[in-house]
């Protein structure tokens, strides 16, 4: 059947079959409260004794924890797997070594008015078994078969439930739905087609979506529900209802399914098994969720764009007040708005209810959707250009709209044992009195304390996680006392516990799941010395002693075959810093000794090879020249000095970029080893030069001030003469071309090198101490101009990629 010979009496034909069958199948959208009204309605007045839905065949045992009456959602099932012994041959494709395992994970986001939990509650009040049908998310994980000329390439993990929208928003028929309509969005021509507050019908209602859906499904990309798994996850939910009903000795007349209207028109004659589920470590849970997770902001491809403003229609539906709908967001949206200091008022509200009940009728609709809302919202109360003076409005309608809604699961659970440890640890590190609280605790330790030293490994390893719970915001970093003192501050957040969770698929415990993470940072670091010493660092940090010493032994052939200087330049600062800790954390300091060493030489040897490098690599050359300088100018017996300058100046030889250029030249006047005043010199040479090498003074200059401040500005007498003589030198259009990046270098300076530098410019031009700056001399026309030119310098920087 083609998008063009759509036939309308083979759909009805379609419809009619599911109609027919004894199993009655109910078509459902995640996160839509209509359907979750009318999903209620139908199994009140059915009664089934088994309800068969749409979530996670792994995770059945959860329902009774979801449905408790102390869960409050919006929650989400968390489902993980990892493939221990490598059955499905991933290991080290989608994962970063081939003795990492390949992990997967999903999240399975319910809210007040999903229609999955709307189906398990009422199943409760009917006394009906429900059984969750859908194919676990680990055996759609396709195993590794290598290809003739190579293998094959990582595959990204499943992160959320499938996506079924996309398998009908890439319909032929849709599309064509879409463009007559004129809908801009599949949430807009979903809630115009389909949320319809007012519909009691629930039978009407299943008829209209299931003619939507077969209609989809025969002009779908039937490629693209392969891709999907569609038709493997199908064959499983045919399975389960079969051996259920068999094993309950039921009829089919007794049971219910709820899954997404897709998959009403499966093929029951398919006879294939599903794929079975691989050998490995599987956790399910079930976890808090947040509404702004479920949002679409969040990323959540499957995501509800309004979580919050759906529930207010769900509530507001179920009060008997749907007329309030609009009404109560405009209110929403505007009391957001008042916070932020807009005198908006109940008129204003007024005035968006009624402006998107006119839109609502002008567009063809029943009733206002929450374009229609938003568009009045705009429209009303938005004075100006709405992606100017509207975005503070927009970001009110996108907080109203997502709500911060965090919700709850019974205790009755338990928990992983990840959180197990993680609050069994809290407890023995004496940390107990963060939890639960909104305030910051701020924890002081100095490392040479046993149990402060336990308390920073611990905070480390939840950091490096990315569990939100503790943030560090100081170190030392000399020997009189403070290097081994860090300050931490810690705060209990709701996402921690989710957090956690996610890690849940590197360990058990805190420690394991942070020495497996860092396992896996190594193997991805490869060659790169930079990125190798930071994970020996990390690990040092987290007191992991067997992956310190795996760190230092990738260490060393990553400084000797790493060609990068700004990767051999971080490299080395880490070193350092290791250096420190050597005798505190029973570091091999020679082998650091060593490294360091090699490490210094083989930055000098890159050094001229960074000559030329891109733009977006040039900020790493500056800082890899700044650290090199540093440990130079602290350390010369340690380090060859002259090895360094020579490699500097083979690099500014070979330059062709004016700012790399004059970062070399800047770098070999901090190190002594050449006069402030060749710098001049460069500068004002280039008032001699053509216009297409004069314009580029800037970036020299630039260039300059990024590495060397304190050297240069000992010269800044020739430096004010020399820039002085370049000015005078340049014709209107390269000084305006010039005269940003100038300003730009400039701007470099802190401030006391700013003052410095302008009583130089005012010695310069004959001004002393007495004199008063602010007269300025020229006639008023000649200020004014300089007034306009200054405004407008300033108007162009703002925009200015510096």
Not at 607 to 627: K, S
């Amino acid at each position: 059947m083609t998008d063009a010979g759509l036939d309308p009496a083979e759909i009805a034909r379609r419809v009619d079959a599911v109609f027919a069958d004894p199993l009655y199948w109910f078509p459902v959208r995640h996160h839509s409260p209509t359907t979750a009204r009318h999903v209620q309605s139908a199994i009140a007045a059915r009664r089934p004794k088994v309800i068969f839905i749409e979530g996670p065949f792994e995770a059945n045992d959860l329902i009774p924890f979801v449905t408790d009456p102390a869960t409050a959602p919006p929650v989400a099932i968390y489902s993980s797997y990892r493939d221990d012994d490598n059955v499905l041959g991933l290991n080290g494709h989608v994962s970063p070594a081939a003795d990492i395992p390949a992990r997967f994970a999903v999240w399975y986001p319910l809210t007040p008015y999903s229609p999955e939990y709307v189906a398990m509650k009422t199943a409760a009040t009917v006394k009906a078994a429900v059984v969750f049908i859908d194919l676990p998310h680990y055996a759609r994980v396709e195993r590794h078969v290598p290809e003739p000329q190579g293998q094959q390439p990582p595959r990204e993990a499943p992160s959320v439930a499938p996506d079924e929208d996309r398998l009908i928003t890439s319909s032929g028929f849709y599309k064509h739905l879409a463009e007559a309509a004129g809908f801009k969005s599949w949430s807009e021509a979903w809630d115009t087609l389909f949320e319809n507050p007012e519909g009691t019908d629930y039978e009407a209602f299943r008829r209209e979506l299931a003619t939507f859906c077969a209609a989809a499904r025969a002009t779908a990309d039937h490629a693209a529900e392969h891709a999907e798994g569609t038709v493997e996850r199908e064959r499983h939910f045919l399975k389960v209802i079969a051996d259920t009903l068999a094993a309950r000795k039921l009829k089919p007349a007794d049971a219910m399914v709820v899954c997404g209207g897709f998959h009403l028109f499966l093929d029951r004659d398919d006879k294939a098994a599903p794929p079975p589920c691989p050998e490995g470590t599987v956790y399910t849970t079930v976890v808090p969720y947040s509404y702004f997770r479920i949002s679409e902001l969040s990323g959540y491809g499957a995501g509800n764009r309004a979580p919050q403003f759906y529930q207010t229609c769900y509530d507001l539906t179920a009060a008997g007040r749907a007329s309030d709908i609009a009404m109560e967001h405009a209110i929403a949206v505007l009391r957001t708005m008042r916070k932020g200091g807009d005198p908006l008022s109940t008129a204003d509200a007024i005035s968006v209810t009624h402006h998107a009940g006119m839109l609502a009728r002008l567009r063809g609709r029943a009733h206002p959707t929450l374009d229609d809302i938003s568009d009045a919202l705009v429209t009303c109360c938005c004075k100006g250009n709405p992606n100017e003076e509207g975005r503070k409005l927009r970001d009110a309608m996108d907080q109203a709209g997502i709500g911060n809604r965090i919700g709850k699961v019974t205790s009755k659970i338990g928990r992983l044992p990840i959180v197990n440890d993680f609050h069994a640890q809290i407890a023995d590190l004496e940390l107990g009195e963060v939890l639960g609280k909104e305030k910051k605790m701020s924890a002081k330790l100095d490392k040479r304390d046993p149990l402060a030293a336990r308390r920073s490994a611990f905070l480390h390893r939840v950091s490096y996680l990315k569990v939100p719970f503790a943030a560090i915001t100081g170190t030392g970093g000399d020997f009189s006392g403070t290097l081994f003192r860090e300050e931490w501050h810690l705060k209990w957040d709701p996402r921690t516990e989710p957090a956690l969770i996610e890690q849940n698929l590197y360990g058990d415990t805190v420690e394991s799941a942070a020495l497996n993470r860092l396992r896996e940072a190594l193997a991805e670091a490869g060659s790169s010395a930079g990125q190798t010493c930071a994970r020996l660092l990390e690990a040092v940090d987290m007191d992991m002693p067997d992956l310190v010493s795996a760190a230092e032994d990738a260490c060393g052939p990553a400084v000797d075959t790493d060609p990068s200087f700004a990767s051999q330049a971080t490299a080395l600062q880490y070193l350092g810093r290791l250096e420190q800790y050597a005798a505190f954390r029973g570091l091999r300091r020679d082998v650091i000794a060593e490294l360091l060493n090699r490490c210094f030489d083989r930055a000098c040897f890159a050094l001229p090879n960074a000559a030329n490098v891109p733009e977006e690599e040039q900020q790493g050359v500056v800082d890899g020249l700044i650290g090199l300088a540093e440990v130079v100018l602290r350390d010369g017996v340690r380090y060859d000095r002259t090895l360094f300058a020579q490699a500097a100046q083979n690099a500014a030889a070979q330059s062709t970029v004016p700012f790399l250029r004059g970062a070399f030249l800047g770098l070999l006047c901090e190190i002594r080893v050449i006069a402030p005043g060749v710098l001049a010199a460069e500068v004002s040479n280039l008032a001699q030069a053509s216009t297409e090498v004069m314009v580029t003074a800037g970036d020299l200059l630039d260039g300059m001030l990024a590495v060397s401040r304190t050297s240069l500005m000992l010269g800044a007498d020739a430096l004010v003469t020399a820039i002085d003589d370049l000015l005078k030198a340049a014709e209107w259009d390269p000084f305006l071309v010039m005269l940003p990046r100038l300003r730009a270098a400039i701007e470099r300076l802190s401030n006391p090198q700013k003052d410095a530098l302008a009583a130089t410019v005012a010695r310069h031009y004959g001004l002393d101490g007495s004199t008063d700056l602010r007269a300025v001399s020229g006639s008023l026309g000649a200020t004014a101009l300089v007034a306009r030119l200054d405004a407008a310098v300033a108007a162009t920087l703002r925009n200015w990629p510096l």
